[in-house]
Protein backbone atom coordinates (compact mmCIF):
# COMPACT_ATOMS: atom_id res chain seq x y z
CA UNK A 1 0.00 0.00 0.00
CA UNK A 2 1.52 3.54 -0.87
CA UNK A 3 2.09 5.88 2.24
CA UNK A 4 -0.90 8.26 0.75
CA UNK A 5 -3.63 5.68 1.37
CA UNK A 6 -2.22 4.85 4.87
CA UNK A 7 -2.21 8.57 5.43
CA UNK A 8 -6.06 8.88 4.21
CA UNK A 9 -7.18 6.06 5.84
CA UNK A 10 -6.17 7.40 9.37
CA UNK A 11 -7.21 11.09 8.89
CA UNK A 12 -9.96 11.51 11.30
CA UNK A 13 -11.52 13.82 13.92
CA UNK A 14 -9.97 14.84 17.36
CA UNK A 15 -12.93 12.95 19.06
CA UNK A 16 -12.23 9.44 17.41
CA UNK A 17 -8.76 9.96 17.56
CA UNK A 18 -8.80 10.43 20.68
CA UNK A 19 -10.82 7.62 21.64
CA UNK A 20 -8.27 5.27 23.04
CA UNK A 21 -7.48 7.20 25.98
CA UNK A 22 -8.40 5.50 28.58
CA UNK A 23 -7.81 6.53 32.65
CA UNK A 24 -4.87 5.93 34.04
CA UNK A 25 -2.96 6.23 30.93
CA UNK A 26 0.43 8.38 30.50
CA UNK A 27 0.71 10.93 27.89
CA UNK A 28 3.25 12.72 26.66
CA UNK A 29 2.03 16.22 25.03
CA UNK A 30 4.25 17.88 22.37
CA UNK A 31 4.64 21.46 23.70
CA UNK A 32 6.50 24.23 20.91
CA UNK A 33 4.51 24.04 18.34
CA UNK A 34 1.09 22.78 19.12
CA UNK A 35 -1.20 20.25 19.52
CA UNK A 36 -3.77 22.71 20.64
CA UNK A 37 -6.83 20.78 18.65
CA UNK A 38 -5.71 17.20 20.63
CA UNK A 39 -5.58 19.64 23.63
CA UNK A 40 -8.98 20.68 23.51
CA UNK A 41 -10.39 17.59 22.26
CA UNK A 42 -8.80 16.07 25.59
CA UNK A 43 -10.31 18.53 27.48
CA UNK A 44 -13.56 17.86 26.04
CA UNK A 45 -13.60 13.86 27.24
CA UNK A 46 -12.16 14.80 31.29
CA UNK A 47 -16.11 13.85 32.33
CA UNK A 48 -15.23 10.45 31.04
CA UNK A 49 -11.58 9.72 32.37
CA UNK A 50 -9.62 9.54 35.86
CA UNK A 51 -6.36 9.99 36.72
CA UNK A 52 -4.85 10.93 32.74
CA UNK A 53 -1.26 12.24 33.33
CA UNK A 54 0.08 15.00 30.86
CA UNK A 55 3.95 14.59 30.92
CA UNK A 56 5.16 17.49 29.13
CA UNK A 57 8.80 19.85 28.62
CA UNK A 58 8.09 23.65 28.17
CA UNK A 59 5.20 23.89 26.30
CA UNK A 60 3.82 27.53 24.53
CA UNK A 61 0.26 26.45 23.74
CA UNK A 62 -2.51 26.72 26.27
CA UNK A 63 -2.69 24.30 29.32
CA UNK A 64 -6.71 24.34 29.50
CA UNK A 65 -5.75 20.79 31.52
CA UNK A 66 -4.62 22.21 34.84
CA UNK A 67 -7.71 24.27 35.48
CA UNK A 68 -9.06 23.22 38.72
CA UNK A 69 -12.11 22.14 37.18
CA UNK A 70 -10.31 18.99 35.47
CA UNK A 71 -8.87 17.67 39.08
CA UNK A 72 -9.39 13.90 39.18
CA UNK A 73 -9.55 13.81 35.09
CA UNK A 74 -6.05 14.91 34.21
CA UNK A 75 -3.16 15.48 37.04
CA UNK A 76 0.15 17.40 34.93
CA UNK A 77 3.58 16.54 35.58
CA UNK A 78 5.84 18.72 34.44
CA UNK A 79 9.63 18.23 33.27
CA UNK A 80 10.25 21.76 32.90
CA UNK A 81 7.55 24.34 34.43
CA UNK A 82 6.94 27.09 32.02
CA UNK A 83 4.65 29.71 31.99
CA UNK A 84 1.08 28.13 31.40
CA UNK A 85 1.40 25.26 34.39
CA UNK A 86 3.40 27.65 36.91
CA UNK A 87 0.78 28.35 39.01
CA UNK A 88 -1.11 25.15 39.39
CA UNK A 89 2.85 23.61 40.09
CA UNK A 90 2.84 26.44 42.89
CA UNK A 91 -0.50 25.64 44.13
CA UNK A 92 -0.02 21.62 44.51
CA UNK A 93 -2.25 20.94 42.09
CA UNK A 94 0.59 19.90 39.43
CA UNK A 95 4.00 17.82 39.83
CA UNK A 96 6.82 18.84 38.73
CA UNK A 97 9.63 15.87 38.44
CA UNK A 98 13.52 17.64 38.27
CA UNK A 99 15.40 16.07 35.09
CA UNK A 100 18.61 16.84 32.96
CA UNK A 101 17.39 17.88 29.38
CA UNK A 102 19.75 15.24 28.00
CA UNK A 103 18.24 12.45 30.31
CA UNK A 104 14.48 13.09 29.44
CA UNK A 105 14.34 10.92 26.21
CA UNK A 106 16.17 8.13 28.86
CA UNK A 107 13.32 8.09 31.37
CA UNK A 108 10.90 7.14 28.24
CA UNK A 109 12.89 4.57 26.79
CA UNK A 110 14.26 2.76 29.79
CA UNK A 111 10.36 2.70 30.94
CA UNK A 112 11.31 4.63 34.42
CA UNK A 113 8.20 6.83 32.54
CA UNK A 114 6.37 4.67 29.65
CA UNK A 115 4.52 6.88 27.54
CA UNK A 116 0.83 5.01 26.36
CA UNK A 117 -0.06 7.77 24.08
CA UNK A 118 2.03 10.66 22.55
CA UNK A 119 0.09 13.70 21.36
CA UNK A 120 2.12 15.35 18.84
CA UNK A 121 1.89 18.04 16.20
CA UNK A 122 3.95 17.61 12.89
CA UNK A 123 4.46 19.16 9.14
CA UNK A 124 2.57 17.50 6.06
CA UNK A 125 4.22 14.45 5.08
CA UNK A 126 6.85 14.84 2.16
CA UNK A 127 6.63 12.76 -0.95
CA UNK A 128 7.83 9.83 1.12
CA UNK A 129 5.28 9.48 3.81
CA UNK A 130 7.86 11.54 6.08
CA UNK A 131 6.40 14.07 8.35
CA UNK A 132 8.57 16.29 10.32
CA UNK A 133 8.52 17.05 13.94
CA UNK A 134 8.89 20.48 13.19
CA UNK A 135 9.46 23.06 16.01
CA UNK A 136 10.17 20.49 18.66
CA UNK A 137 12.30 17.26 17.93
CA UNK A 138 14.41 17.29 21.26
CA UNK A 139 11.97 15.09 24.01
CA UNK A 140 8.82 15.24 21.44
CA UNK A 141 10.54 12.34 19.28
CA UNK A 142 12.14 10.27 22.26
CA UNK A 143 8.62 10.23 23.45
CA UNK A 144 6.75 9.27 20.48
CA UNK A 145 9.59 6.87 19.27
CA UNK A 146 8.77 5.03 22.46
CA UNK A 147 4.56 5.53 23.16
CA UNK A 148 2.27 3.04 22.47
CA UNK A 149 0.14 5.18 20.13
CA UNK A 150 0.98 8.30 18.32
CA UNK A 151 -1.93 10.83 17.73
CA UNK A 152 -0.47 13.55 15.47
CA UNK A 153 -2.08 16.09 14.55
CA UNK A 154 -0.72 17.37 11.32
CA UNK A 155 -0.32 21.09 10.55
CA UNK A 156 -0.02 22.61 7.37
CA UNK A 157 1.41 25.93 9.12
CA UNK A 158 4.44 23.71 10.70
CA UNK A 159 7.69 23.99 9.02
CA UNK A 160 9.62 20.80 7.91
CA UNK A 161 12.79 21.33 9.32
CA UNK A 162 15.59 18.31 8.86
CA UNK A 163 17.55 16.73 11.11
CA UNK A 164 16.83 13.59 12.82
CA UNK A 165 13.51 14.61 12.86
CA UNK A 166 10.91 12.68 11.10
CA UNK A 167 8.01 10.16 11.12
CA UNK A 168 6.64 7.89 9.03
CA UNK A 169 3.12 8.02 8.29
CA UNK A 170 2.77 4.56 8.77
CA UNK A 171 3.55 5.13 12.48
CA UNK A 172 1.25 7.15 13.33
CA UNK A 173 -2.02 5.82 14.80
CA UNK A 174 -4.62 8.66 13.99
CA UNK A 175 -4.30 11.27 12.19
CA UNK A 176 -6.35 15.11 12.66
CA UNK A 177 -5.30 17.55 9.85
CA UNK A 178 -4.90 21.24 11.54
CA UNK A 179 -4.34 24.40 9.92
CA UNK A 180 -3.61 27.13 12.16
CA UNK A 181 -0.20 29.30 12.88
CA UNK A 182 2.22 28.12 16.03
CA UNK A 183 2.41 29.87 19.06
CA UNK A 184 4.82 33.42 19.13
CA UNK A 185 7.47 34.23 21.40
CA UNK A 186 7.03 37.37 22.94
CA UNK A 187 10.26 39.58 23.38
CA UNK A 188 12.51 39.20 26.22
CA UNK A 189 12.96 42.34 28.86
CA UNK A 190 15.22 44.92 27.42
CA UNK A 191 16.49 47.29 30.63
CA UNK A 192 19.68 48.69 31.00
CA UNK A 193 21.15 46.11 33.33
CA UNK A 194 20.50 42.92 30.07
CA UNK A 195 21.78 45.54 27.99
CA UNK A 196 24.90 45.55 29.63
CA UNK A 197 25.36 42.14 30.56
CA UNK A 198 24.71 41.26 26.97
CA UNK A 199 27.45 43.38 26.08
CA UNK A 200 29.91 41.89 28.68
CA UNK A 201 29.41 38.42 27.27
CA UNK A 202 29.55 39.51 23.64
CA UNK A 203 33.42 40.91 25.03
CA UNK A 204 34.01 37.47 26.24
CA UNK A 205 32.78 35.70 22.53
CA UNK A 206 35.96 35.47 20.30
CA UNK A 207 35.25 34.68 16.50
CA UNK A 208 34.56 31.43 15.49
CA UNK A 209 32.88 30.24 18.58
CA UNK A 210 29.85 27.95 18.88
CA UNK A 211 26.98 29.46 21.02
CA UNK A 212 24.47 27.65 22.97
CA UNK A 213 22.28 30.28 24.91
CA UNK A 214 19.55 29.42 27.55
CA UNK A 215 15.86 30.58 28.26
CA UNK A 216 14.85 33.76 29.35
CA UNK A 217 15.80 37.36 28.28
CA UNK A 218 19.04 36.37 28.04
CA UNK A 219 19.44 35.30 24.69
CA UNK A 220 18.04 38.90 23.13
CA UNK A 221 20.71 40.85 24.73
CA UNK A 222 23.59 39.04 24.00
CA UNK A 223 22.95 38.07 20.84
CA UNK A 224 22.01 41.71 20.03
CA UNK A 225 25.33 42.58 20.87
CA UNK A 226 27.28 40.32 18.55
CA UNK A 227 26.80 42.16 15.35
CA UNK A 228 30.58 42.61 14.58
CA UNK A 229 31.46 39.14 15.48
CA UNK A 230 32.55 36.53 12.69
CA UNK A 231 32.14 32.89 12.02
CA UNK A 232 29.92 32.15 15.09
CA UNK A 233 28.33 28.53 15.12
CA UNK A 234 25.11 27.29 17.36
CA UNK A 235 24.57 24.16 18.95
CA UNK A 236 22.12 24.73 21.71
CA UNK A 237 18.88 23.00 22.98
CA UNK A 238 16.82 25.98 21.63
CA UNK A 239 16.81 29.19 19.43
CA UNK A 240 14.99 31.94 18.38
CA UNK A 241 14.69 35.01 16.24
CA UNK A 242 17.97 36.89 17.19
CA UNK A 243 20.11 33.99 15.56
CA UNK A 244 17.74 34.14 12.05
CA UNK A 245 19.29 38.27 12.40
CA UNK A 246 22.86 36.96 12.56
CA UNK A 247 22.71 34.93 10.17
CA UNK A 248 21.19 37.18 7.75
CA UNK A 249 23.53 39.62 8.70
CA UNK A 250 26.68 36.75 7.73
CA UNK A 251 27.96 36.81 11.99
CA UNK A 252 26.61 32.79 12.17
CA UNK A 253 28.17 31.17 10.02
CA UNK A 254 28.48 27.77 11.48
CA UNK A 255 32.09 28.14 9.15
CA UNK A 256 34.96 27.12 12.09
CA UNK A 257 32.23 24.67 13.93
CA UNK A 258 34.40 21.47 15.18
CA UNK A 259 31.44 19.31 15.38
CA UNK A 260 28.26 19.35 12.61
CA UNK A 261 30.48 21.89 10.51
CA UNK A 262 27.95 24.50 8.65
CA UNK A 263 25.06 23.15 10.75
CA UNK A 264 23.12 25.19 13.17
CA UNK A 265 22.37 21.98 15.79
CA UNK A 266 19.02 22.31 18.01
CA UNK A 267 16.32 20.52 19.73
CA UNK A 268 13.48 22.77 19.65
CA UNK A 269 12.91 26.49 18.33
CA UNK A 270 10.89 28.99 19.41
CA UNK A 271 10.05 32.87 18.23
CA UNK A 272 8.35 34.69 15.51
CA UNK A 273 6.86 33.32 12.56
CA UNK A 274 10.01 34.99 10.93
CA UNK A 275 12.19 31.86 12.53
CA UNK A 276 9.40 29.63 11.73
CA UNK A 277 9.94 30.28 8.03
CA UNK A 278 13.45 30.66 7.71
CA UNK A 279 14.22 26.94 9.49
CA UNK A 280 11.34 25.20 7.01
CA UNK A 281 13.47 23.08 4.45
CA UNK A 282 16.39 25.34 5.34
CA UNK A 283 19.56 22.67 5.25
CA UNK A 284 21.24 24.87 7.54
CA UNK A 285 19.20 23.98 10.40
CA UNK A 286 19.10 20.77 12.14
CA UNK A 287 17.28 19.48 14.73
CA UNK A 288 18.13 16.28 16.94
CA UNK A 289 16.51 14.86 19.95
CA UNK A 290 18.17 15.57 23.21
CA UNK A 291 20.08 13.03 24.16
CA UNK A 292 22.21 13.67 21.10
CA UNK A 293 22.28 17.89 21.68
CA UNK A 294 22.50 18.03 25.07
CA UNK A 295 24.86 15.30 25.61
CA UNK A 296 27.84 16.90 27.38
CA UNK A 297 30.43 14.88 25.21
CA UNK A 298 28.93 15.93 22.10
CA UNK A 299 28.66 19.58 23.77
CA UNK A 300 32.53 19.38 24.32
CA UNK A 301 32.97 18.49 20.71
CA UNK A 302 32.64 21.65 19.72
CA UNK A 303 35.73 24.03 20.34
CA UNK A 304 35.39 27.21 21.91
CA UNK A 305 32.06 26.46 22.88
CA UNK A 306 30.07 29.49 24.64
CA UNK A 307 27.39 28.03 27.04
CA UNK A 308 25.08 31.03 28.44
CA UNK A 309 22.49 30.37 30.80
CA UNK A 310 20.75 32.60 33.23
CA UNK A 311 20.14 32.39 36.87
CA UNK A 312 17.78 33.60 40.04
CA UNK A 313 20.39 33.65 42.79
CA UNK A 314 24.01 32.51 43.16
CA UNK A 315 25.72 32.45 46.85
CA UNK A 316 29.27 33.66 47.76
CA UNK A 317 30.27 30.29 47.09
CA UNK A 318 28.96 29.79 43.10
CA UNK A 319 26.58 28.19 43.70
CA UNK A 320 23.91 28.82 41.23
CA UNK A 321 19.94 28.63 41.62
CA UNK A 322 18.18 29.01 38.39
CA UNK A 323 14.89 26.75 39.11
CA UNK A 324 13.43 27.66 42.01
CA UNK A 325 12.63 31.00 44.33
CA UNK A 326 13.24 29.82 47.98
CA UNK A 327 11.36 26.48 47.78
CA UNK A 328 8.88 28.03 45.61
CA UNK A 329 9.44 26.04 42.15
CA UNK A 330 9.82 27.99 39.40
CA UNK A 331 11.33 26.29 35.96
CA UNK A 332 13.91 23.30 35.92
CA UNK A 333 17.07 22.64 35.37
CA UNK A 334 16.75 22.26 31.56
CA UNK A 335 20.06 22.24 29.81
CA UNK A 336 21.74 24.27 31.80
CA UNK A 337 24.52 21.88 33.59
CA UNK A 338 24.45 19.60 30.10
CA UNK A 339 25.96 22.82 28.93
CA UNK A 340 27.86 23.91 31.31
CA UNK A 341 29.68 20.52 31.79
CA UNK A 342 30.00 20.50 27.94
CA UNK A 343 31.70 24.04 27.27
CA UNK A 344 33.66 23.09 30.53
CA UNK A 345 35.34 20.59 28.50
CA UNK A 346 35.58 21.77 25.31
CA UNK A 347 38.90 23.07 24.06
CA UNK A 348 38.56 26.75 24.72
CA UNK A 349 35.20 26.26 25.98
CA UNK A 350 33.09 29.32 28.24
CA UNK A 351 30.31 28.34 30.49
CA UNK A 352 29.10 31.47 31.61
CA UNK A 353 26.24 32.38 33.99
CA UNK A 354 24.76 35.33 33.74
CA UNK A 355 22.21 37.15 36.17
CA UNK A 356 20.92 40.73 36.77
CA UNK A 357 22.97 42.11 40.04
CA UNK A 358 18.88 42.70 41.93
CA UNK A 359 15.41 41.49 41.69
CA UNK A 360 12.23 42.99 42.44
CA UNK A 361 13.07 46.70 41.44
CA UNK A 362 16.42 47.04 43.30
CA UNK A 363 15.26 45.80 46.59
CA UNK A 364 16.47 42.29 46.70
CA UNK A 365 20.78 41.52 45.42
CA UNK A 366 20.62 38.30 43.79
CA UNK A 367 24.06 37.52 44.97
CA UNK A 368 23.76 36.52 48.03
CA UNK A 369 25.58 34.91 51.60
CA UNK A 370 23.40 32.06 51.19
CA UNK A 371 21.15 30.59 49.07
CA UNK A 372 17.69 31.28 50.00
CA UNK A 373 16.38 27.86 52.61
CA UNK A 374 14.59 25.76 49.84
CA UNK A 375 16.53 27.18 46.79
CA UNK A 376 17.09 24.27 44.59
CA UNK A 377 21.48 24.31 43.17
CA UNK A 378 21.49 24.15 39.45
CA UNK A 379 24.89 24.78 38.73
CA UNK A 380 26.87 23.36 41.52
CA UNK A 381 29.84 25.58 43.11
CA UNK A 382 32.07 22.54 41.28
CA UNK A 383 30.98 23.40 38.30
CA UNK A 384 30.69 27.12 37.86
CA UNK A 385 33.10 28.67 36.07
CA UNK A 386 31.91 32.65 35.24
CA UNK A 387 29.29 34.67 36.87
CA UNK A 388 28.52 37.67 34.82
CA UNK A 389 25.64 40.51 35.84
CA UNK A 390 26.06 44.03 34.81
CA UNK A 391 29.15 45.11 37.07
CA UNK A 392 31.39 42.77 35.76
CA UNK A 393 32.32 39.20 35.61
CA UNK A 394 33.33 36.86 38.51
CA UNK A 395 35.42 34.02 37.22
CA UNK A 396 35.51 31.43 40.20
CA UNK A 397 36.97 27.82 38.88
CA UNK A 398 39.90 26.99 40.50
CA UNK A 399 39.15 30.02 43.14
CA UNK A 400 38.85 29.14 46.78
CA UNK A 401 36.08 30.23 48.69
CA UNK A 402 37.44 33.47 49.97
CA UNK A 403 38.35 34.30 46.07
CA UNK A 404 35.50 33.37 45.12
CA UNK A 405 33.01 35.49 47.81
CA UNK A 406 35.73 38.50 47.06
CA UNK A 407 35.15 37.90 43.68
CA UNK A 408 31.34 37.63 43.47
CA UNK A 409 31.32 40.97 45.97
CA UNK A 410 32.32 43.10 43.41
CA UNK A 411 29.88 42.24 40.69
CA UNK A 412 27.18 42.40 43.40
CA UNK A 413 25.09 45.68 42.82
CA UNK A 414 27.16 48.86 44.88
CA UNK A 415 24.02 48.82 47.52
CA UNK A 416 24.59 45.39 48.77
CA UNK A 417 28.31 45.53 48.88
CA UNK A 418 29.41 46.22 52.41
CA UNK A 419 26.43 44.09 53.51
CA UNK A 420 27.56 40.91 51.72
CA UNK A 421 30.77 41.81 52.78
CA UNK A 422 29.64 41.48 56.74
CA UNK A 423 28.32 38.29 55.64
CA UNK A 424 30.87 36.83 54.59
CA UNK A 425 33.06 38.00 57.30
CA UNK A 426 30.18 36.52 59.88
CA UNK A 427 30.01 33.11 57.62
CA UNK A 428 34.11 33.26 57.80
CA UNK A 429 34.57 33.16 54.33
CA UNK A 430 36.40 36.23 54.12
N1 LIG B 1 14.29 36.54 44.41
C1 LIG B 1 13.00 36.85 44.14
N2 LIG B 1 12.51 36.99 42.90
C2 LIG B 1 13.36 36.84 41.90
C3 LIG B 1 14.72 36.54 42.10
C4 LIG B 1 15.18 36.40 43.41
N3 LIG B 1 16.45 36.11 43.65
N4 LIG B 1 15.32 36.45 40.89
C5 LIG B 1 14.39 36.68 39.97
N5 LIG B 1 13.21 36.91 40.56
C6 LIG B 1 11.94 37.20 39.89
C7 LIG B 1 12.12 38.30 38.84
O1 LIG B 1 11.93 39.58 39.43
C8 LIG B 1 11.06 37.95 37.84
O2 LIG B 1 9.80 38.37 38.35
P1 LIG B 1 8.81 39.21 37.39
O3 LIG B 1 8.49 38.28 36.27
O4 LIG B 1 7.67 39.49 38.31
O5 LIG B 1 9.59 40.40 36.94
C9 LIG B 1 11.04 36.42 37.87
O6 LIG B 1 11.61 36.04 39.12
C10 LIG B 1 11.87 35.80 36.74
O7 LIG B 1 13.18 36.30 36.79
P2 LIG B 1 13.94 36.72 35.43
O8 LIG B 1 15.35 36.96 35.78
O9 LIG B 1 13.20 37.81 34.73
O10 LIG B 1 13.77 35.39 34.59
P3 LIG B 1 14.03 35.07 33.07
O11 LIG B 1 12.75 35.04 32.36
O12 LIG B 1 15.12 35.92 32.48
O13 LIG B 1 14.58 33.57 33.20
C11 LIG B 1 15.60 31.85 34.50
C12 LIG B 1 15.70 33.29 34.01
C13 LIG B 1 16.83 31.53 35.32
C14 LIG B 1 14.35 31.67 35.33
C15 LIG B 1 15.55 30.93 33.24
O14 LIG B 1 16.71 31.09 32.50
C16 LIG B 1 15.37 29.47 33.61
O15 LIG B 1 14.27 29.03 33.85
N6 LIG B 1 16.48 28.70 33.64
C17 LIG B 1 16.40 27.29 33.95
C18 LIG B 1 17.69 26.59 33.79
C19 LIG B 1 18.33 26.86 32.46
O16 LIG B 1 19.00 27.86 32.28
N7 LIG B 1 18.21 25.96 31.51
C20 LIG B 1 18.78 26.12 30.19
C21 LIG B 1 17.72 26.35 29.17
S1 LIG B 1 16.62 24.92 29.00
Redesign the pocket.
Known sequence: MNWETIYRRKVTDAASALSCIESGNRLYVGGAGGPAVLIDGLCARAPELRDVELIHILTFIEAPYVDPKYEGSFRDNSL?IGHNVRKAVQEGRADFTPIF?SEIPGLFQRKILPIDVALVSLSPPDEHGFCSYGVEVGTTKPAADSARVIIAEVNRQMPRTLGDSFIHVSRLNAIVETDYPLPEAVQ??SAAEYLRIGQIIAEMIPDGATLQM?????PDAVLANLGSHKELGIHT??FSDGVVQLFEDGVITCSRKTFHPGKMIAGFLFGSQRLYDFVDNNPIVELHPTEYVNDPFNIAQNDNMVAI?????VDLTGQVC??S?GPVF???????LD?IRGAAKSKGGLPIIA??ST??GDT?S?ISPLLPEGSGV?TTRNDVHYIVTEWGVADLYGKSIRQRARALIEIAHPNFRDELTYAARKLGYL
Open positions: FLGKGIGSLELNAALQADIYSGVGGQFLPAKIRT
